[in-house]
């Protein structure tokens, strides 16, 4: 049987390049800053991104932590979107871990917050209230139909951050797909940010990890935080390795699971028994709601399971498809077949 595996681009295995520089890499223990191919790809990373400098982690929550610790004292207060990965999928950890106080926003369905909505949710400087220390953006907006958020309005939440003396924190698992998708380098949809992380276990390929970058200081603080949480690796240039192949080899050719994203969504449009906001399938995310009352998400996973089709059920009718390296054109073509079988 076939298998096409759509859940997530995190299930994502090592190319053979990637397999192969990992086998050969120069290590050192990095607590002690001494991996060659750590510092390489840290170095690497902060370049693409137009930072002085970057921290290798070993998940996009760990970065998301760091930073959190890294901008925040005990009490502070970050403005967040309600669909945020931050929000919804790290556990609390900015307020378990961090002692943050996370003051949630309706996200637009394009993944943006309305700006006056963020200026509106500014704590005033008083006594009775959490000092409002950050605002946490997310590009692309995993739960927004995976939407690149535009580097105007990155601009905008900058300049707004900026008159209320705030810092802005990106969480760009995904940055590589928001860049790719706009046809603009990453490191423009950096520019705006005080840090930012992204990965490279998604998309591009590498078995583990992601980066933070920021300032030189910031990036010293964020080192302390890794530590703490438990993120200080040894010899962890054998992993640094495939992620320096990801940024070499697996960048540009993310518009091809851009493409087949959008193939798969007019396939699903055309069969009439999917709902799909066909407008915003702009990177490798499409959520698809069943439009029968009848069949739940759930039942109609499993059912797609028998195709050897791989969904995850995001609500009650309600599933994603992510598009990856591992999926073609003719696995589109297969999966909107399934699709049709499982509905009838």
Do not use: W
Not at 275 to 287: D, G, S
């Amino acid at each position: 049987m076939r298998i096409v595996d759509l859940r997530s681009d995190t299930i994502t295995r090592p190319t053979e390049a990637m397999r192969v520089a990992m086998a050969e890499a120069e290590v050192g223990d990095d607590v002690f800053g001494e991996d060659p191919t750590v510092n390489k790809l840290e170095k690497m990373a902060a370049e693409r991104l137009g930072k002085e400098a970057a921290l290798f982690v070993p998940s996009g929550t760990m970065g998301n932590m760091a930073s959190l610790l890294s901008h925040c004292v005990r009490g502070d207060e970050i403005i967040v979107g309600d669909q945020s990965h931050m929000y919804i999928y790290e556990q609390g950890g900015s307020a378990a871990l961090g002692g943050i106080h996370p003051r949630a926003l309706r996200n637009e369905p394009d993944g943006t917050i309305d700006l006056d909505c963020i200026e509106a949710a500014i704590r005033p400087d008083d006594i009775h209230h959490p000092r409002t220390s950050l605002i946490v953006l997310e590009n692309t907006h995993n739960r927004c139909n995976g939407s690149p958020l535009s580097t105007a309005y990155m601009r905008r939440v900058r300049d707004l951050a900026d008159g209320h003396g705030l810092k802005v924190h990106v969480d760009g698992a995904r940055i590589f797909n928001s860049a790719v998708a706009q046809g603009v380098p990453a490191r423009e949809l950096a520019a705006t940010a005080d840090s930012i992380t992204f990965c490279i276990s998604k998309g591009l390929a590498a078995p583990v990890g992601s980066v933070v970058c920021g300032t030189r200081d910031f990036i010293a603080r964020a080192r302390r935080a890794r530590k703490v949480l438990g993120g200080a690796m040894r010899q962890a240039g054998v992993i640094a390795a495939a992620g320096i192949v990801a940024l070499n080899e697996m960048v540009e050719r993310l518009a091809e699971d851009h493409a087949n994203a959008k193939l798969l969504g007019e396939g699903l449009l055309n069969t009439g028994s999917f709902e799909i906001a066909r407008e915003l399938i702009k990177t490798n995310i499409v959520y698809v709601g069943i439009r029968s009352e009848d069949l739940t998400s759930q039942a109609f996973v499993a059912r797609l399971k028998d195709e050897g089709v791989f969904v995850l059920p995001v609500g009650p009718r309600q599933i994603r498809a992510v598009t990856q390296y591992h999926v073609t054109t003719e696995d589109i073509g297969y999966t909107v077949e399934a699709f049709k079988k499982a509905v009838s």
